[in-house]
């Protein structure tokens, strides 16, 4: 079905080599069972990278980055590499995979499964049947822009300073992906600043709007972030794609997150800009770390990186029959009540990390039936 597609593995350190094993085990399960195959190569990335070359990636798997048509990435970082020079640090490899790919877009889906909806803090009503997406801008704004440090004035007193920047066209290109990305869900998009207070919360909002002309048929509103952070709290159903920059994006997406309750749940995936043939650089991960606390034990709830994969399969390859069966595979599973740890709740089954792998190939067999 997917001839000469090329996929790079990252899995990294902790436990992203654990949940990594598990989608290969998922891909392999789905090339019997729905003939998907992927050419794969293997890469080192963060701590493990730099145990092996002294940096946490190469310039060789930055190339295959470059030329792949997505990365899978597991997580990087632990204490065994805290004092290591920031330059190689883990989160060094990430950083620059990101950026050397110009991956603009992170998309974190904040969706509840029914079997889990007790494992939020917020009451089953609020969040049950939510399916939401965050759309943060990753590459330009605050953490990005100059002038920014710490200066000694004149006088002898200091400052801290950074600088709140977008360009045009660094707006236009996110905005265009969320009416982009609302057309295949249920068509409503959020704009998410701080119009009555910044200046370019004052652009954003225009460009977003002259952007919107080109798509009638979504339906656009505009919502300044203390009142988002505040309505997806209160009432998280109301919105389907959320579109913001990236320092309110940074704190939104980890407020949906965790309506979901559950680290180990949640997929992300980091988009770069289409080219003519429509192929886009893309990086699919887990939202949690490394965990270097229970890594080895086959512990770790490997259903992130599993729906970060559907998401590969949904983005990059459009396979979005494939995506939703894998989606079922993993709402199913945790129906028949099993459970890794982290999300282990009275009357459930513990499972290993392994084992839960296992028993979504099990599910997706019965699914291709
Ligand atoms: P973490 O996400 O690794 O762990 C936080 C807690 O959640 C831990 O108790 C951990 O056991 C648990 N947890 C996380 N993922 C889990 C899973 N799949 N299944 C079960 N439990 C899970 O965050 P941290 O402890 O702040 O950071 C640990 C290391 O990971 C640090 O070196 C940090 O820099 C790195 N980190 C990497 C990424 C990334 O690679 N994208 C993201 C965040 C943190």
New binding site residues.
Partial sequence: MTANKKMLFLP?D??GPE?MDQVKRVMDGMAKSRAVNFDIIDGLVGGACYDAHGCAVTDETMTDAMNVDAVMLG????PKWDDVARQHR??AG?LRLRKDMDLYANLRPAIVFDALIDASTLKADVISGLDILILRELTAGVYFGEPRGIETLADGTRRGLDTQVYTEAEIERIARLAFELAGKRNGRVTSSEKANVMESGVFWREVVTNVHKDYADIELNHMYADNCAMQLVRNPKQFDVIVTDNLFGDILSDCAAMLTGS??MLPSASLGEADESGRRRAMY??V???????AGED???PL?TILSYAMCLKYSFDMTEDAAMLETAVEDVLGQGLR???IMSDGMTAVSTTQMGEAVVTELDKLAG
């Avoid at 997580?75 to 632990?78: D, E």
């Avoid at 949690?288 to 229970?294: E, L, M």
Wanted: hydrophobic share 35%; proline share 14%.
């Fill in positions: 990294g902790g436990i949940v997580a990087v970082g632990g883990p989160e990430l680290l180990g991960e887990p949690h770390g490394s965990a270097p606390d229970i512990k770790a709830n992130a890794t740890p982290d």
